[in-house]
């Protein structure tokens, strides 16, 4: 049996993929055996009536122990 934590993190990009890997990027700096990422929430950031940025809530799950 293994142990898994969640941890959420949120994050901007340029496309909602871009901003996936960002939060992607940033809990692999301290956190080890990443397993999946949920993604909760996506916002559209608008300029001029146009869609500029995406931010996104994300659910990183790990191994913690098994």
């Known amino acids: 049996m293994s142990v898994v934590k969640v941890i ?3 994050s901007e ?6 901003a996936i890997n960002v939060a992607l ?3 692999s700096k301290t956190v ?6 949920y993604l909760k929430d996506t916002q559209a950031l608008i300029e ?3 869609v500029k940025r ?3 809530n ?4 790990f191994v913690v122990g098994k």
């Not at 080890?32 to 990422?37: E, G, S």
């Open 25 to 27: 990027a940033e809990a």
């Open 32 to 37: 080890q055996n990443i397993k999946t990422v």
């Open 48 to 50: 001029g009536n146009k």
């Open 58 to 61: 994300t659910k990183i799950s």
């Open 54 to 56: 995406y931010r996104v």
């Open 8 to 10: 959420e993190i949120l």
């Open 13 to 18: 990009g340029k496309t909602i993929e871009d």
